[in-house]
């Protein structure tokens, strides 16, 4: 199996522009998960989806962000407008139920 | 709010020596995970603790659970260089999937 693919690996973009973030979970994985990763508050859990359904998006920091899953193999994470602040590392996660997450390579976003 | 804390944040080692990572963690739970994280790169599985008195070996690193003392160790044996990273432990109460992660603990392992 290819793993959790995530797109772009790397992204530059400026204040108040739109910034999409693509994950492809591994196949038969149920759940996915989107975390963000920065030095100052660690790892956060976002969203997470079952079944493409979100279960929990507590953790999503404001309005400005969004997630879907329209079907089981591709999930996004939208930032509109971006922030400096918004700058980290965002990784996406599957799983076959409860059980051990597996990560994709992550996207470093960069807004200036 | 359930929280994680790892002791300690920074370890700096010698190769050859033992040492242990410590994670606390504030609510009742029958499951942990261990994660290592190499600089610039994602988050691999190392294992999985299902219940109390659970232990887990590969290689150079043993993990134990203790639910009781809510606290999990990461024991590493005999440390060498290819064991530099950050490793994380994670919490998941319920059962329910979602994880809260520790803040990470940066290991360096030199000569």
């Known amino acids: 199996d290819a793993g959790v693919i995530q797109s772009p690996r790397h992204e530059v973009t400026e204040m108040g522009q739109e910034v999409t973030l693509r994950c492809k979970p591994i196949?038969?994985?149920?759940?996915l998960f989107w975390y963000r990763q920065t030095m100052m508050r660690g790892l956060e859990l976002l969203i997470y989806f079952n079944n493409n359904v979100p279960i929990d998006d507590s953790g999503m920091p404001e309005d400005r962000f969004s997630a879907k899953m329209p079907n089981a193999s591709f999930s996004t994470l939208k930032i509109q407008p971006s922030e400096p602040r918004d700058s980290a590392v965002y990784f996406c996660?599957?799983?076959?139920?409860?059980?051990?997450?597996?990560f994709g390579p992550g996207t470093r976003l960069l807004v200036l | 709010e359930l929280k994680v804390e790892q002791n300690p944040l920074f370890l700096s080692m010698q190769e050859g020596k033992n040492y242990t990572i410590y994670c606390n963690y504030s609510t009742t739970s029958d499951r942990l995970y261990w994660y290592r994280q190499d600089p610039g790169k994602s988050l691999e599985s190392l294992f999985v603790l299902l219940s109390n008195g659970a232990v887990k070996q590969e290689g150079r690193l043993m993990a134990s659970l203790d639910t009781k003392a809510r606290l999990s160790t990461l024991h590493i044996t005999a440390a060498v260089h290819d064991l530099s990273a950050t490793y994380f432990c994670a919490v998941d109460i319920s059962s329910s999937g979602k994880l809260t992660f520790g803040q990470g603990t940066i290991l360096t392992v030199h000569p």
């Open positions: 196949s038969g994985h149920d759940y």
């Open positions: 996660a599957s799983s076959q139920g409860h059980w051990t997450q597996y």
